[in-house]
């Protein structure tokens, strides 16, 4: 069952705490400059409510709560995430160091994507970085389907392929090469605990 989500709005048709993405979208959609996050706990919203967007924008909307947890991720680690509005719809995805929260790339939007697509192509494209540079920690990702994929080597998605989306399908293919051409490690890759640690630091905080 879906976690309960709070969608604080600063700047749209209507300001407040909404309780579903639903009602959160029709105060910002198509409202130039709204500004709006989710927050995984009422507490939270109503914090971030009283302060100002700007305090909460690109920044993880439950902040620092894996470093209260009884059992921590693994440091130093990266931890990556997709956003796609739609399904298909516009996706983007990207990639932050997990202690400082630094974000360190951030791919596209795409249009025509899905938010499995989008976190596939974050975690290869993290530990790409992680080969290029000669690093060694571990990748998380929220998304199960994701994981498997880049285990097996292989984007299972069911996406259509199309005029606008054919720049994703070429990023799957590099992604499914790089793969090919290099062995992971049983830990490479790991589950970001939400329930524990909070939303993934990556998060996209829109929905």
């Known amino acids: 069952m879906p976690r309960q989500k709070y969608y604080v709005v600063w700047k749209g048709r209507k300001t407040g705490i909404f309780t579903s993405w639903a009602e959160c979208e029709k105060q910002v959609k198509g409202f130039v400059g709204a500004e709006y996050k989710a927050f995984g706990s009422l507490q939270e919203a109503e914090t971030a409510f009283g302060s100002v967007y700007e305090a909460y924008k690109g920044k993880p909307s439950s902040s620092g709560k894996w470093k209260e947890a009884s059992v921590k991720p693994i440091l130093p680690s990266i931890c990556v995430d997709a956003?796609?509005?739609?399904?298909?719809?516009?996706?983007?995805?990207?990639?932050?160091?997990?202690?400082?929260?630094r974000e360190f790339f951030r791919i596209g939007p795409f249009p025509d994507g899905t938010n499995n697509v989008g976190e596939f192509l974050a975690i290869v494209h993290a530990l790409s970085w992680l080969l290029k540079h000669d690093q060694h920690m571990p990748v998380y990702s929220d998304s199960v389907n994701a994981i498997a994929w880049v285990f097996t080597g292989e984007c299972r998605t069911k996406l259509k392929r199309t005029g606008r989306n054919a720049p994703i399908f070429v990023l799957i293919g590099s992604a499914e090469n790089w793969l090919a051409e290099n062995e992971l490690k049983d830990d490479a890759v790991l589950k970001w605990d939400t329930g524990l640690w909070g939303e993934n630091p990556a998060d996209f905080g829109r929905k």
């Open 83 to 101: 956003a796609c509005s739609g399904s298909p719809g516009r996706m983007e995805y990207r990639g932050v160091f997990l202690e400082s929260g």
